[in-house]
């Protein structure tokens, strides 16, 4: 998204307060428990959803998963969640209520014709179930992260499997229908996809070692370790060739202090100081 950070676009503030939102629910087991954790998460969805509508999905669906992840949840907690959720759409009421009755006397006016015909056009397909195909195909490479949510449903924790299949893969399946004329309405999925992408590839790695370990089998495990180095290596050094590393070299050089390749730079260094504090 680094092409846009320039533009004035909405979709990099509202995926990070729609992100920032879900922290609470990622990082504890039982979300309802922490109460605070559930009033900011609420009142960040109700601010991402008056930066751009698709911020409501959030504040929708984080009181059904509190309520779905929650190990005893008792009626104080409940009414507490519901209270802040009346909260959060109270301050929606201001922007959403007036645009909503006149959407009621018009519905050309919400734009869902528009957007379904630009997704058609960009993706050359008037067929729903192509269109949502072709879609995908065009994120190319990111296109695997996407697939990986099919078998990351076997190999998460619950609740990092309720958003998957809560959010992530229905939000990824409207993007398809309705907004893919653009890879930018997609953008608060980008941050929740790499948690899940990471915390499966974790449970395969763990699983890869452990096989590894195996005293009775050492051989085979010190091979499958070899292994494990030499099949990324082998398999980049025949993809990049002196002339396209020299290539990306000097197309990269020239984008120095570019805002892009600032926001790379902070992408890169700003987890590595949180982890070496931690």
Known sequence: MGDYITEGYADIPVAFMCFTALVPYLRDEDFLQDKKGVILSLLLAAAAALTKQVGIYILVILPILALLTSKS?????????LFWFGIGVVLLLPWYL??????????????????????AQTQNSASPFLRIGNAFVNLGKYLALYLFLIPALFLVKQRYRLLVIYFLIPYSLLWGFLASYDTRNLTITFASLAVITGLGLETIMEFCFKIARKDQDRAAGSGFSVLLVILPVGYFALKLSDAKLLKSWQSEQSQIFHPRSMLNFTAWIVPIRIARRS
């Open 73 to 81: 949840r008792t009626r104080r907690q409940i009414l507490s969640l």
């Open 98 to 119: 007036p645009l909503g009755i006149q959407v009621l006397h018009d519905s050309s006016i919400s734009g869902f014709s528009t957007y379904i015909a630009l997704s």
